[in-house]
């Protein structure tokens, strides 16, 4: 590990029968055909790296690539194994699995971070990075081994450790969502109330009071609007639990 930080630093990598060669056949089970797409799949955008045509060369597309394949073999598994379930319940179960929280969940489980080549310290990084390059790394699998490969991958790494519908149908991804929508088929007000509430360790914080019907029901503070939103979502579900699983 320590050794493939060091060729990272110097903006290097192993070829073929390599340190990353090795990591990466461990990693996805089988001898990569094409070495470069995982090399792509682990560049971050820092790193300033272009192709012989002047494109970008880092994760990025690969990361759409990713969450087009994972999004089609998720939903074929949905489809085949819950017969009884009809489009928004299956679509719903499908956003589930490929939340940015579970993708993030799975790429730190394979500790991918440890092998992203940057020009910046990984500290840096925000949360997401763990899923984005789970989404590139199974985007360079597309193209090196195709879509049967790509399932193959994805059933492995994906289905069989994670996927437990029974288990799925109880978990909330968003609860943001879960109270807007109890909000609009009640027909009640609400509004969240965003403001700058910075502490004295210099990291810019935001502040949130939920309010429904002109009451403020909750409150939070966290580093960014969208996290300050869900957690003081998050309170005003259990405040409403009763009422919000009703509908």
């Not at 597309?61 to 009809?86: C, N, Q, W």
């Not at 009640?188 to 990291?203: A, E, R, S, Y």
Request: aromatic residues 12%; charged residues 30%; contains cysteine.
């Amino acid at each position: 590990m320590r050794l493939l930080k060091k060729i990272f630093t110097r903006n290097s990598r192993p070829t073929e029968g390599g340190n990353f060669f090795v990591a990466i056949e461990k990693i996805v089970g089988f001898k990569p055909l094409n070495i470069k797409f995982y090399e792509k799949a682990f560049t971050h955008r820092s790193s300033n790296k272009t192709d012989d045509k002047g494109n970008p060369l880092n994760y990025e597309r690969l990361e759409f690539l990713g969450d087009s394949m994972l999004s089609s073999v998720i939903a074929a598994h949905l489809y085949k194994e819950a017969p009884l379930g009809d489009e928004g319940y299956l679509t719903k179960m499908r956003s589930k699995i490929v939340s940015r929280e579970h993708l993030n969940e799975l790429g730190r489980d394979l500790h991918l971070i440890d092998y992203v080549e940057s020009k910046v310290p990984s500290s840096h990084f925000g949360e997401n990075i763990h899923g984005n390059i789970f989404e590139a790394l199974v985007g360079a699998i597309f193209l090196d081994k195709g879509y049967a490969g790509c399932e193959e991958f994805i059933q492995k790494r994906v289905v069989l450790p994670y996927v437990d519908i029974a288990r799925l149908e109880g978990k909330v991804i968003s609860y943001k969502s879960l109270v807007i929508e109890w909000c609009q088929k009640e027909k009640k007000q609400f509004n969240f109330d965003v403001f700058d509430d910075n502490g004295n360790d210099g990291k810019r914080y935001f502040g949130v009071k939920l309010s429904i019907d002109d009451k403020v029901i909750a409150k939070s503070r966290a580093t960014s609007k969208k996290k300050a939103e869900e957690i003081a979502s998050k309170r005003a579900y259990f405040a409403f639990q009763e009422k919000i699983n009703k509908i």
